[in-house]
């Protein structure tokens, strides 16, 4: 890895490399770290980690700040339910001091997300200062908005990246072909200015069978598909038509297959897709170490009002509110707040003792369905389960291709 910033942990190092690929180290990397050298990940890996307890990083890995609720479409299936904007948005040079403090506490992470985003007027000018900042950033769009004059006035391109979402089956008035279309469209248009480019899928009935079509376009085209199983939480909580079920289990698999059947799809597809993968992986392992979830320890959500979270999921269902940053500073909540999410681990959820997944895992293997904004969604108690049916059939089929894919 060639270390492109770094800061210290209780246990040595977060490091993130000029691809956006992130890593742990322990303090004798040190050295390494200060060159500005290339640092070999393996070498300086931690096998014993001291942590803070309740566990926390020094500062999320991950931002996902959310410049507006305001969007032009009010797709079924949003976790934030978005379509009109909040009281009291953030102006622009509020999000500028916002973006200064993330990279003073050396957030290597930044996702700009909405709502639609390219709804605000100033958003290439957020774009540009985020850039400046040194932050990894990928911006989360549904593509409508994108066009020549917009993508043109955003430097430095190549070391940005877009997740555009497919439209189609998610009740907002686009129909699958529809949808399609608008997505080949965008996908060239972001292709054209180089930016890196991932498609986000969101599964729901209406789209299930769309799954391989639309990723096999994808990988043909260079670019990643990334599949996500609708959630019972926001807006998907009044139109529960679009949640899957025990029969879907099969065609989903199904749809995954893409991956298999395009093996000899380009190599640096899979390795832009690794990088872009790589800081979740990171906090997916400090999960499994810590038997809790990343929400308010490795990520934070910042709502466009101020309002900051533990993760989407909990902004989604006002759960866990930690402060606004109108008042505070993200530096004091993270060491102050979320001392709710923070009191409980994986060990105190009621639905694990008796789970027929726990069977399905392998080694080093764990269920990341233990969340509390969705066990509140689901069941009206944040401990007791995040996971419908569903969930449970196709987590036995995740661990499987996960294990495969580990090695690719």
């Known amino acids: 890895m060639q270390v492109k910033d770094f800061r210290e942990e209780k246990f040595g190092y977060a490091v993130i490399g000029t691809r956006g690929e992130v890593c742990l180290a322990t303090q004798k990397a040190k050295d390494h770290l200060r060159a500005g050298a290339h640092l070999d990940e393996n070498e300086y890996k931690p096998t014993v980690m001291t942590v803070n307890d309740p566990f926390r990083l020094e500062a999320p890995l991950i931002v996902m700040l959310e410049v507006t609720r305001q969007c032009n479409l009010t797709c079924g299936h949003c976790y934030i339910s978005a379509g009109e904007p909040r009281e009291n948005e953030m102006d622009t040079e509020t999000i500028y001091r916002v973006l200064d403090e993330l990279k003073k506490l050396k957030v290597f992470t930044i996702f700009i997300t909405g709502g639609e985003p390219f709804l605000r007027s100033d958003i290439v000018d957020i774009i540009n200062y985020a850039e400046k900042c040194n932050f990894t950033i990928q911006i989360v769009t549904n593509g409508t908005l994108l066009t020549d004059t917009v993508l043109s006035q955003i430097r430095n391109r190549e070391s940005i990246g877009f997740g555009i979402s497919y439209l189609g089956g998610l009740d907002n008035g686009f129909s699958d072909d529809e949808a399609f279309s608008l997505l080949k469209e965008k996908v060239k248009l972001l292709k054209k200015y180089k930016f890196n480019v991932s498609v986000w899928f969101c599964v729901t009935k209406l789209n299930l069978d769309k799954m391989y079509e639309v990723g096999e376009w994808c990988l043909q085209n260079g670019v990643w598909p990334a599949y996500q199983s609708v959630m019972s939480n926001g807006r998907c909580k009044e139109h529960p038509f679009l949640a899957l079920d025990v029969s879907d289990v099969e065609p989903y698999v199904k749809g995954l297959s893409v991956y298999d059947d395009n093996e000899q799809t380009d190599v640096a597809i899979k390795e832009k897709a690794k990088d872009y993968k790589n800081v979740f992986d990171i906090c997916y392992a400090l999960e499994f170490s810590a038997a809790a979830c990343k929400g308010g320890r490795t990520f934070a959500y910042i709502c466009s009002n101020g309002d900051v979270y533990p993760c989407s999921n909990c902004a989604g269902e006002d759960l866990f509110l930690a402060g606004n940053l109108y008042d505070n500073t993200l530096s004091d909540m993270w060491k102050k707040s979320f001392q709710d999410i923070r009191a409980f681990t994986w060990n105190d959820f009621k639905g694990c003792e008796t789970c027929e997944l726990n069977a399905s895992l392998g080694e080093n293997q764990f ?41 690719d």
Request: charged share 30%.
């Open 367 to 407: 269920c990341k369905l233990r969340c509390a904004a969705i066990s509140k969604a689901l069941y009206d108690d944040p401990l007791y389960c995040g996971a419908t049916d569903y969930a449970k059939a196709i987590s036995k089929h995740r661990f499987a291709w996960v294990e495969k894919y580990k090695g």
